[in-house]
């Protein structure tokens, strides 16, 4: 998404949508992403998506096939936590 390439967690390249790529994924993990039609028109037809996003009405998250209502930064760490990476 544009939000993680301007905080440079990764390069504008890696865009998927109508001003980046299209991905045909088997699993698509969105962690924070509406699903708004500029990003869907290149997320293709993946076989599961996983969606946390705090809006249970984004678009995201009714193409989901596990949808959590949830902040995703909050699980993020959480997962970290529960893998035991991140800080100590």
């Known amino acids: 998404s544009r939000v993680a390439a301007d ?5 504008q390249d ?3 949508g109508t001003t980046g790529v299209t991905v045909r994924p088997r699993l698509y993990v969105a962690f924070g992403i509406s699903g708004a039609v ?9 076989d599961h998506v996983v969606a946390v996003n705090l809006d249970a009405s984004a678009p995201m998250m009714a193409m989901a096939s596990l949808a959590i209502v949830s902040d995703a930064r909050a699980v993020l760490v959480e997962l970290a936590r529960a893998l035991g ?3 100590d």
């Open 85 to 87: 990476v991140g800080d």
């Open 7 to 11: 905080a440079g967690w990764v390069p």
């Open 38 to 46: 500029q990003h869907l028109s290149g997320l293709g037809t993946p």
């Open 14 to 16: 890696r865009f998927i």
